[in-house]
């Protein structure tokens, strides 16, 4: 599908940023900062060049390659003389800058001082690591010129963990500028960028995440397994190659987080049993890869929602496209090398409906998050959406509502999710979450009951669709 799918709400938080810098600002300071930083490939590159594109103003746009500080330098000059700022064509006979200094007081001089311009530093982190100084540097040349004059200073980052530090206390570009979350197009932009109705969508944004890379090669209407059979007989497709090299990227040497994480992506929940498939590598050892995994939002770790504190911690991969792609597509790619992707095919045909089902519960959690209690579909009170569970799984709720989390001291509702193709929710479902309910601390026979269906119902209980899901991020 042509044409920009998505980003409202980035778009539009670009645009405000934007504002003061057009107009002058109040303090005198027209300058502004934002750092922008979400996972590889989710867009947001592709988010910028777009919003320069909406906003038709003069710009540069230099991204880093991460090899060495003098070859960002000169990779920084070139792109500002072959930029569109007023003064760059002046640059072409200097010499390449020694400093990140030198090279942002020249940036400075090509900079309109009477009209607004934007200035692009993508993969930030890569500065940050070649040159300790480079905050420092950006710090000052931020506050004694860049502040001064309309500029609208974009710094991105896919390296999460690093961006998020830029602006806390202590460094030295903290309060400069505004921070701005990318994340991954949702079931909503899914179905509309691909055509499909919202089953359908939410069946793509498990096995893409969103990721748009992945959907610029899913072609328009297409349903998952006629993308799959296509998808898995080419070893350059956007959903081979994405994976590996964002865990690359991540983990350049953390060689037992990348274990770890594999063990989390084939199913393992708990410490114990993710440290036994990962090797039996010691218990320090797996706990290090956990916080490593989880302080970079790879791993998200979650404790049941009731009335009762509990230590049962459980982890899953964060992001749906790399869950899908530790559970088959990595394990497979011998397979698809070989000209065999049809084997593979047949292995995600076979656990899919088991897989899907696990899988689509955060995504639904999240759903039933965002529709909240202000539009009638959830009870009053309900701010808070988790899961509950025993060591022993018995029992297992896959939707808490509560008025707050970890430990609530409400509980609003109680509900399960039936993901199933031609097998609607029905009074045995009911009488099964009926008990479950019995069981879950702060609950009682008043607590209402939710069903969330992916083929309708037939218990008299309140339920929701695909349809009524989509409509939260709509």
Not at 9 to 36: F, H, M, N
Not at 151 to 175: C, H, K
Not at 291 to 298: D, G, I, K, N, W
Not at 417 to 430: G, Q, S, T
Request: charged share 25%.
């Amino acid at each position: 599908m042509d044409g920009f799918i998505g980003r409202r709400t980035e778009l539009g938080l670009l645009d405000d940023l934007l504002r003061p810098v057009r107009t002058g600002g109040r303090s005198g300071r027209p300058g502004r900062a934002v750092l922008i930083r979400g996972r590889r490939r989710v867009g947001k590159s592709r988010l910028v060049e777009e919003f320069l594109t909406r906003a038709g103003l003069p710009h540069v746009f230099f991204t880093a390659v991460g090899g060495s500080r003098e070859a960002d330098l000169a990779g920084f000059a070139a792109e500002v003389s072959a930029s569109p700022l007023p003064d760059a064509a002046r640059f072409n006979a200097f010499t390449a800058p020694l400093t990140w200094d030198a090279a942002l007081s020249m940036l400075t001089s090509a900079l309109p001082t009477d009209s607004p311009s934007v200035v692009v530093l993508d993969e930030m982190p890569y500065l940050v690591r070649e040159d300790p100084s480079f905050e420092g540097t950006l710090q000052k040349a931020f506050d004694r010129t860049l502040s001064k004059l309309p500029v609208l200073l974009v710094l991105i980052g896919s390296d999460i963990a690093m961006m998020e530090q830029l602006n806390t206390y202590g460094r030295p570009f903290y309060q400069r500028g505004t921070e701005m979350v990318v994340p991954p197009l949702n079931p909503a932009e899914v179905a509309l960028m691909l055509g499909l109705p919202p089953a359908d969508a939410f069946d793509a944004y498990l096995v893409s995440g969103g990721l748009p890379l992945i959907l610029e090669e899913w072609p328009r209407g297409a349903g998952l397994w006629e993308y799959l059979e296509v998808a898995l007989r080419s070893p350059t497709s956007a959903l081979l190659v994405s994976g590996e090299r964002s865990l690359s990227a991540e983990f350049p040497a953390e060689a037992q987080a990348r274990t770890v994480l594999g063990a989390i992506g084939h199913g393992e929940r708990t410490f114990t049993l993710i440290g036994r498939a990962a090797g039996g590598i010691n218990s320090s050892s797996v706990a290090r890869s956990l916080e490593l995994l989880t302080s970079r939002r790879m791993v998200a770790a979650e404790t049941p929602l009731s009335t009762r504190p509990s230590r049962e911690t459980r982890y899953r991969i964060a992001d749906p496209y790399l869950r899908f792609w530790l559970s088959f597509i990595g394990p497979g790619i011998p397979a698809i090398e070989r000209g065999r992707g049809d084997r593979v095919l047949d292995t995600i045909r076979a656990r899919w409906t088991s897989w899907r089902g696990r899988a689509i519960e955060p995504v639904i959690r999240e759903a039933l998050w965002r529709l909240g209690s202000d539009e009638g579909q959830l009870p009053a009170g309900t701010d808070a959406i988790g899961g509950y569970w025993t060591r022993t799984n018995d029992p297992e709720i896959d939707i808490v509502g509560a008025d707050r989390a970890p430990i609530a001291k409400k509980i609003t509702l109680v509900g399960s999710v039936k993901w199933l193709e031609k097998k609607p929710f029905d009074h045995r479902d009911l009488a099964r979450l009926v008990a479950h309910r019995s069981e879950l601390p702060g609950a009682d026979d008043a607590t209402p009951l939710l069903a969330v269906t992916r083929s309708g119902c037939t218990a008299d209980v309140p339920s929701l669709t695909p349809e009524d899901l989509h409509h939260a991020w709509t």
